[in-house]
């Protein structure tokens, strides 16, 4: 299995860039995600990256080093609609094609 | 295309109770997924099947609960009895092999409350 780091919460300001981390340790990495869900909801697809480097869609771009079983997701121009969880989940060969998601960041976008 | 369809969105039973929710995924998607969400424990897996076969079923808490897909466009996840531990939102997901990334498309979840 793997142990899935990331922070509990998180506030920035509208308008501001943040940086989500998330940290992990796998045996068979095998790709990472990045889904975002508000209160109540489901969670929605943001990212994937399977090779290192810097994945960019739009305001959001994530990034992956393998080496150091590490990512982030990079939010830029923040809006309030962007208050919500953002969920890091990895893919292990060692667990087939299922995600074992970690607790997720809570993001708080203020005026 | 309709996304994964789950039913009851909400319910709220007794102790001892039998629980019975239901999916219906993505038409053509290959995996079916069932998930668990706590604010304590998070997102946790516990059973996925592959083209209606169950492939990993490690992550189901005991005895009381089952799954079963009898067909490509139907899954039932079943607890019996119920225990108020068992108060969650209980995801399914879909995914399709070979398309995309092969990211899960989740349902709006049920919401079981057990009294």
């Known amino acids: 299995g793997q142990n899935i780091d990331q922070p509990t919460e998180m506030t920035a300001t509208e308008g501001a860039i943040v940086q989500i981390n998330c940290t992990y340790q796998?045996?068979?990495?095998?790709?990472l995600f990045w889904y975002q869900q508000h209160a109540g909801e489901a969670p929605t697809f943001l990212s994937y990256?399977?090779?290192?480097g810097l994945e960019e869609k739009g305001r959001f771009s994530s990034f992956l080093s393998r080496s150091k079983g590490y990512s982030y997701l990079l939010l830029k121009e923040l809006q309030m609609k962007d208050s919500a969880s953002y969920l890091c989940a990895v893919r292990d060969l060692g667990s087939g094609y299922a995600l074992n998601f970690g607790k997720g960041t809570s993001l708080l976008v203020t005026p | 295309d309709a996304g994964v369809i789950q039913s009851p969105r909400h319910e709220v039973t007794e102790m001892g109770q039998e629980v019975t929710l239901r999916c219906k995924p993505i038409s053509g998607h290959d995996y079916l997924f069932w998930y668990r969400q706590t604010m304590m424990r998070g997102l946790e897996l516990l059973i996925y099947f592959n083209n209606n076969v169950p492939i990993d079923d490690s992550g189901m808490p005991e005895d009381r609960f089952s799954a079963k897909m009898p067909n490509a466009s139907f899954s039932t996840l079943k607890i019996q009895p119920s225990e108020p531990r068992d108060s969650a939102v209980y995801f399914c997901?879909?995914?399709?092999?070979?398309?995309?990334?092969?990211?899960?498309?989740f349902g709006e979840g049920s919401r079981l409350t057990v009294l």
């Open positions: 796998t045996s068979g990495f095998n790709g």
């Open positions: 997901a879909s995914s399709p092999r070979d398309r995309g990334f092969g990211e899960l498309f």
């Open positions: 990256n399977v090779l290192d």
